[in-house]
Each structure stands twice: as C-alpha cells, then as structure tokens.
C-alpha cells in the first residue's frame, strides 16, 4: 500500500513523487518452496523480528532469510507495509471500491482505466485482473469520496471497461482500528 500520494495530498506538499506500482496485472501463480513458506510464515508472524531473529526462528542463516525475503518481495509475493494513523492525518472515511470488467474492453479503454485509478491521490491499493478490479481510498470525507468514485466510474463506462455499477463499501476510519493486522491465523491453515 502507499500512502505518500495522499501524504502529499493532504499536507499539500508540492513536488515530485512516484506512485508505487500496486496494481497486480500478473494474477499467474507462483511456486514456492516449503523453505520459503516457513519464513513467510515466520514473517507475518513477526513482522518486527530482524533477519538475524527470522533466521533463528527458522534456522536458517541471516544471509539465506535476507535472500529468500529480497526474491519473494521482488516477485511481489510478499510486500511490507507501514500504516499511518489516518484519523490524525485527515483521512475520515476508507472507501473500498470494485467492479466487473468486460473481458472485450480494448486495451487503450484498460489502460484509461488504470491511469485514472493511478492518478487519484487518495487510492493507497488497488489490484485489477482480466475480469474485476478492486481499489482502496483514504478521503476527507464524502464529497472527496463522490469525486473519486464519479471519476473511476466515468474511465471506465466512457470506454466500456466496466459492465456493471460500482460497487462500494465505506468505513468510517473510527471502525478501523488495530495496532497490527495479523495474518499469521490464516497463514497457519493454509500451510
């Protein structure tokens, strides 16, 4: 997720800054070994342990745990993520917006499509595949939210991307609260 986009935004500071490229085009599945599964694992579950404390936790050598972490974050397997506190930085309201793409949009009306989604300074995630995409927003408040929303909506309808209505969940940052998100529960049945 990034943040800075909306960082900048909302302390209105001028400058340059590159989107981090968040959009998922390659949803093929990667082939992992039970090695790299364990320190994902050990990862999630401890995502302020250093290399050195991963690698004990899995007995491996630092400089092997440093390895695996490097290739599984340059294939976009794994990504860390620091959260700001949304609530004392403006942002009021999370929106959570998805849609059904038509498999015979032109790849022009795609990439109009994407460009929007990329430009909107308050989107910290999104992800798109051939079929459906879906978009996370920190906003102000409603108004920023119809905007964002109206904007999406009209890159994608104008070139016939999207088949049906948006669809929207808003939460109020207030509900989003957690020191931590932990993935580690559900890393442990998949394992």
Do not use: W
């Not at 364990?38 to 390895?67: H, T």
């Not at 849609?99 to 308050?122: H, R, Y």
């Not at 996370?136 to 408040?141: G, K, R, S």
């Amino acid at each position: 997720m990034d943040f800075s986009p909306l960082l900048y935004k909302l302390f209105e500071i001028e400058g340059e800054f590159d989107i981090d490229e968040c959009f998922m085009s390659d949803t093929e599945q990667k082939r992992i070994s039970k090695t790299e599964k364990n320190v994902i694992n050990a990862l999630v579950g401890n995502p302020e342990f250093s290399d050195a404390e991963i690698a004990d936790k899995v007995s491996l050598s630092r400089a092997r745990v440093s390895q695996i972490k490097k290739r599984l974050t340059e294939e976009r397997i794994i990504k860390s993520a620091i959260f700001p506190d949304l609530k004392n930085i403006g942002g009021n309201i999370i929106s959570i917006i998805s849609g059904v793409l038509n498999p015979k949009c032109t790849s022009e009306g795609m990439k109009n499509l994407i460009d929007t989604m990329k430009s909107e300074a308050t989107s910290i995630f999104s992800v798109l595949s051939n079929t459906e995409f879906l978009s996370i927003h920190v906003l102000e408040d409603y108004d920023n939210y119809k905007d964002t929303y109206n904007k999406i909506e009209m890159a994608g309808k104008e070139n016939g991307c999207i088949t049906k209505e948006l669809k929207t969940i808003l939460l109020p940052v207030e509900k989003v609260k957690s020191e931590r998100i932990d993935f580690h529960s559900i890393l442990e049945l998949k394992m």
